[in-house]
């Protein structure tokens, strides 16, 4: 059955690790006309999960519209599992590490200088979806990355190799490579020149290589005949949204510079859309030049899969006093999660266990995601250095992720994002808003993003909760968010 509809839609879907999830959304108004899910079945019929969600959205809808797009991202079956190997850690190995996050890889192992016998064992161990080689500067050194390329050929590798280093080589990096039976996509160098980053052309070919290989390798194309394309890894398509959110469109401005924290049960990612230059007088800025669009991925800060780690680093005490509690229940809290991995809080208690991990997941994600300063001696005197991104002036945090958007507390949780004054080196955003993606629609943003960026940013400012606490009343009172 067939739902009449007065605007056109668009069905945007999410093959999730555990759920697939589905969104219709009107093409003018970037309404959500309904919303469906089923369970993950990658791994068996990946059919069965779309038809449940598709009957679960049907049974809210009272029928189902006819949809103009049809288009789906996926995080399904670990996600998109990658190997970096470059030529300096702190260059090139830095460069392809940060084109393969920002398209939305789960990177697994990265790689620098000449691979050792037990560098190939460690990546056959890995068995990467894709290899991304880079190395060398154009015109630069070439010797390394042929080396490399020999050894890689050579290796047991399942997927494709992408090229994106010393241009001047590709054609016998490539020429090595597919002699090695291996499948090659060559595309412009991370690093084209010293301390340039070109990561856009590695980004693209890696969502290439997802969109034609992997979608295969993991399934998902046994139901391609019912949505119009798989467009990009979900957290590709998250960072999509963030960056459309914070630009906005030639017709409605965005938030402005953004941050995203999406605090999951087995990592916590932060996405940033700002330049990231200094705000303070006199800073020098120093090391890789940043992107615009960037994101972490922080595989030890899972709230169920490494809630252990979290108390590790931020100390069983100073957890134990944010939750107040003592460290013999925030042990036993945490022995039931080590039980049960999928289990969420149900006692006061256990709410205020998942608040202070969540926290403490925040801080340490989100200080790592930021930039530093330093004060070095020169011999001209003190000079203060910046590495990475100033993210003080960062006008918005948007939360998302289960501990946020179903927590009691997202206002404080999200507080622990900002600067603090006992860590003067970290440059955390100072006074942002705090936002919350109650429903789980950045994905569905950045999907939108291509065939109706209008309807993306309606869609994505219109669900957006404004939790920012009140400097009058004191709590936090959600809020429709104004823009321009």
């Known amino acids: 059955m067939n739902l009449q509809v007065c605007e056109p839609a668009a069905l945007l879907i999410d093959f999730g690790s555990t759920y697939t999830k589905l969104r219709a959304v009107g093409l003018e108004t970037g309404a959500i006309l309904g919303a469906g899910q089923g369970p993950s079945t990658v791994t068996t019929d990946v059919n069965r999960g779309l038809d449940a969600a598709l009957k679960d959205l049907e049974s809210h809808l009272g029928g189902l519209p006819e949809f103009r797009h049809r288009l789906a991202s996926s995080s399904a079956a670990g996600g998109l599992r990658m190997v970096t190997v470059g030529l300096v850690k702190e260059l090139t190995a830095e460069a392809a590490r940060r084109a393969a996050l920002g398209a939305g890889a789960k990177l697994v192992g990265t790689f620098a200088y000449r691979l050792t016998r037990a560098d190939l064992a460690e990546i056959e161990n890995l068995a990467p979806d894709i290899l991304l080689l880079a190395g060398g500067t154009d015109g630069g050194n070439a010797e390394v990355v042929l080396h490399n390329a020999e050894?890689?050929?050579?290796?047991?590798?399942?997927?494709?190799?992408?090229?994106?280093?010393?241009?001047?080589?590709?054609?016998?990096?490539?020429?090595?490579?597919?002699?090695?039976?291996?499948?090659?996509?060559?595309?412009?160098?991370?690093?084209?020149?010293?301390?340039?980053?070109?990561?856009?052309?590695?980004?693209?070919?890696?969502?290439?290589?997802?969109?034609?290989?992997?979608?295969?390798?993991?399934?998902?194309?046994?139901?391609?005949?019912?949505?119009?394309?798989v467009m990009m890894p979900t957290p590709a398509a998250v960072l999509e949204g963030a960056r459309l959110l914070a630009q906005g469109t030639a017709s409605q401005p965005g938030l402005g510079e953004l941050l995203v924290v999406d605090i999951g049960g087995a990592t916590t990612d932060v996405h940033s859309v700002a330049k990231g230059d200094p705000s303070r007088e006199g800073v020098i800025v120093h090391g890789l030049p940043e992107p615009f669009a960037k994101r972490t991925v922080e595989g030890d800060l899972g709230m169920r899969h490494n809630a252990r780690a979290i108390v590790d680093l931020a100390g069983a005490a100073a957890v134990a006093a944010d939750a107040g509690l003592d460290e013999d229940r925030v042990e036993a809290l945490l022995a039931a999660i080590d039980a049960d991995v999928e289990r969420l809080p149900q006692?006061?208690?256990?709410?205020?266990?998942?608040?202070?991990?969540?926290?403490?997941?925040?801080?340490?994600?989100?200080?790592?995601?930021?930039?530093?300063?330093?004060?070095?001696?020169?011999?001209?005197?003190?000079?203060?250095?910046?590495?990475?991104?100033?993210?003080?002036?960062?006008?918005?945090?948007?939360?998302?992720?289960?501990?946020?958007?179903?927590?009691?507390?997202?206002?404080?949780?999200?507080?622990?994002?900002?600067?603090?004054?006992?860590?003067?080196s970290s440059l955390r955003p100072r006074a942002p808003r705090f936002l919350i993606d109650r429903e789980y629609l950045l994905y569905a943003v950045g999907l939108l993003v291509e065939p109706a960026p209008e309807a993306a940013l309606k869609l994505g400012l219109a669900h957006l909760s404004d939790v920012t606490p009140q400097t009058t009343g004191g709590a936090a009172h959600e809020r429709a968010i104004h823009v321009g």
């Open 347 to 424: 006692t006061d208690e256990e709410h205020a266990f998942d608040r202070a991990l969540a926290r403490a997941a925040v801080t340490q994600a989100v200080a790592r995601h930021a930039g530093t300063v330093k004060v070095v001696q020169t011999v001209t005197g003190p000079a203060t250095l910046q590495e990475g991104k100033d993210l003080g002036r960062v006008e918005t945090v948007i939360g998302t992720g289960g501990a946020l958007a179903h927590g009691r507390d997202p206002a404080d949780v999200l507080a622990a994002a900002l600067a603090d004054p006992g860590d003067p």
């Open 151 to 229: 050894a890689l050929a050579g290796a047991e590798l399942g997927g494709p190799v992408i090229y994106a280093g010393n241009r001047t080589a590709a054609d016998e990096v490539a020429d090595i490579l597919d002699r090695g039976g291996k499948t090659v996509v060559v595309a412009g160098n991370v690093m084209p020149e010293f301390n340039v980053l070109n990561i856009e052309p590695a980004r693209a070919a890696i969502r290439g290589v997802f969109i034609d290989r992997i979608v295969h390798a993991k399934g998902i194309d046994r139901a391609a005949g019912r949505f119009d394309a």
